[in-house]
Structure formats: structure tokens, C-alpha cells
């Protein structure tokens, strides 16, 4: 009998061992299980605000920043002395920009006298606000964005189809001077469809140092610049109806499609858009830039609205972000 009872007490045994082991895999599946914060989750009402002015520029590229067309400014961005906002922005957040002039077509170049707008958008205003919040944790990063607009593509999702969805783009960088300084404007060029010079090849964005004298760098110096993390990180968020559709794109010698890594929600009321556009702060893509808590980078944003599509939007300065970094824009860990 008492073999019978040990026998049976190491079967005991065995089974509570078993049953222990099950319990310690689900606790650490359990643990395992992403604990980050969905941008549902986040209250808004905590986290700073801060209001970015856009502006309409026109037919302004990094090429017109440097000419004579530019007048005195010229020479400031050509030896990159001084950034945009050195120049631009005064007290109290002032903007020394006629944007009103430039989208109904009053506005002229310095030397040329021709317009910077050559196809004014009748009675449509040359600055819109936009409201910019960011959170994170851990893992993700959240950019929640706010701007009065049109709701063309709300009433009427077709506008898809050309291309012409109200949205929000941001071009954002954390190795790249330049980019500090002048912002999206060094990837924004007269050779592009729309611009002055367009000769029909349809280019579409690209950074000025992806080129030189002879014209494309060498695909190994592409891919140092790449691999280095000097491109930039293009983020949009647009409304097909009440969906709002996010897509993921890097900016190096071309505008160029990247693995989607973003998820964006958003609203239409009252006039006003509201959108939050979430990615992890690392997701290990190539395309994608790296951000880390205790540091900084530099967003610029686009605003396209009411069916106007590819140069015609609206444009900011270059702004700073901060992850537990001072910043222009300060973020709210959670």
C-alpha cells in the first residue's frame, strides 16, 4: 500500500508541477502582451497645445530660396547662414509673409516681377492654423493635429480618385541641418509637376543633396544617406468620406512608398478637422526614422484643402518636437 501511495502522490506531484509550468507560460504571454497606449486612450486635455501658423507659398521652392527672385534672402539661404524663421518670424510669433498677396496672385518675385502664384484660388485665405499636440509612452508615439477646413472630400469621397482629399502631410527629420533650418522646402523644387520649370516627367518631392552637378547621385551614396538616417519621414492622413486614410512614404531621391507603418483616426465637425496619426517610436523599418525619448526632431507640415491638390496647399516653417528634449513642441509622456 504505501507503494501505491507514493506512486500516486509523485502522479500528484507531477500534475501540480505541470499545471504551475501552463500558469507560468500564460503569466509571461500575459506580460508579453503590448501595453501601449492607443490614442483612444489619451486625454488630450493634458497635453500641450501648440498652434503652428501655414501659409500659402505659392510657386516658392529651394531653388527660388536661393536666387535672386528671393530678393534678400537669397544670400542668407544660399550660404545657410540663416534659417527660415530668422528672417520670417518676429515678435510675438509676427509672420513677415504675404501669403493673402500670393494666392490671389498680387504678390510678385523680387527681380522677375512675374507672380509667385501664376493660378490665384479666388477668394481663398493665405493662412490656416493648425493646432499640434504629441504624446507617447514606451512604445508609440501619437501626433494629433486640428485645422478649420472645407470638408470637400467629407461631402464628396470621389475627389480621391484626382488625388484631391482634404489632408494633412508631415515631413519629419532628426540628422538633417538644412531641414532644421529650411524645412520641407529642401525637398520642394522647380522641376517638379506644377512648378515653373515642369517639363512634364512628373518628379514628384525630392532632397536637394540627392543630386549634384551631373544630376542623381551614385546609388551608393543614396544609400549611405539612407542607412545613415538622412532622408526624411513623410506622414499623411486624409479623409475619403468619414475614413480617414494614412499613408507612409520617405522622402531621398524621390518620393518614395514605404512599408505602411501608421494607423490615423479622425473627424469632421463643425468645420473643424481633427486627426491623430500613431506609429511606434522605432518600428525597425529602413524607411523609417527612429525616434527616442530624451531627444528632439524637426517636423514641417502641408495642409491640402478644398480639391486643390500637388503645389497648391499650404506649407509650414520647420517646428522642433521634443520626447523629454526642450522643444518648440513639447510631448506629454503618459
Known amino acids: 500500500m504505501k507503494t501505491t501511495v507514493v506512486n500516486i502522490n509523485r502522479l500528484t506531484l507531477a500534475a501540480a508541477m505541470a499545471e504551475m509550468g501552463y500558469l507560468l507560460v500564460a503569466l509571461v504571454c500575459i506580460l508579453c502582451i503590448s501595453t501601449a497606449l492607443s490614442a483612444a486612450e489619451i486625454d488630450w486635455t493634458k497635453v500641450e497645445t501648440k498652434t503652428i501658423k501655414t501659409f500659402y507659398p505659392g510657386v516658392a521652392s529651394w531653388d527660388f530660396m536661393r536666387e535672386q527672385d528671393h530678393g534678400t534672402g537669397a544670400a542668407p539661404v544660399k550660404t545657410m547662414k540663416k534659417g527660415c ?52 509612452d514606451a512604445e508609440q ?19 480621391a480618385a484626382n488625388e484631391q482629399i482634404d489632408r494633412i502631410s508631415v515631413q519629419f527629420a532628426n540628422k538633417i541641418q538644412s531641414f532644421n533650418n529650411y524645412g520641407c522646402y529642401i525637398t520642394c ?65 524621390d518620393r518614395i512608398e514605404d512599408n ?41 507640415i502641408a495642409i491640402h484643402d478644398n480639391k486643390n491638390s500637388g503645389r497648391k496647399h499650404y506649407t509650414s516653417f520647420p517646428h522642433a518636437v521634443g520626447l523629454g528634449a526642450a522643444a518648440e513642441i513639447n510631448a506629454q509622456k503618459f
Open 189 to 253: 523644387h522647380n522641376d517638379q509637376e506644377g512648378m515653373p520649370d515642369d517639363r512634364g516627367g512628373k518628379t514628384k518631392l525630392y532632397t536637394y543633396y540627392s543630386r549634384g552637378k551631373d544630376g542623381l547621385q551614385a546609388k551608393d551614396k543614396l544609400d549611405g544617406y539612407k542607412a545613415n538616417g538622412q532622408f526624411i519621414d513623410l506622414w499623411e492622413a486624409g479623409f475619403v468620406g468619414k475614413e480617414v486614410k494614412a499613408e507612409d512614404m520617405y522622402i531621398l531621391e
Open 85 to 136: 524663421v530668422d528672417c520670417h518670424v518676429g515678435e510675438n510669433d509676427a509672420y513677415d509673409i504675404k501669403a493673402d498677396e500670393i494666392i490671389s496672385g498680387a504678390h510678385q518675385m523680387s527681380k522677375s516681377k512675374t507672380p509667385l502664384e501664376p493660378e490665384p484660388i479666388a477668394g481663398a485665405k493665405g493662412f490656416i492654423e493648425v493646432k499640434a499636440q504629441v504624446a507617447y
Open 260 to 300: 505602411n507603418d501608421l494607423t490615423a483616426t479622425g473627424s469632421f465637425e463643425n468645420g473643424v478637422y481633427t486627426v491623430v496619426i500613431s506609429r511606434k517610436l522605432a518600428s525597425g523599418d529602413a524607411g523609417d526614422i527612429a525616434l527616442a525619448d530624451g531627444a528632439a526632431f524637426t517636423i514641417g
Open 141 to 159: 508615439i501619437h501626433i494629433r493635429f486640428q485645422w478649420a477646413g472645407s470638408g470637400a472630400s467629407v461631402a464628396d469621397p470621389a475627389l
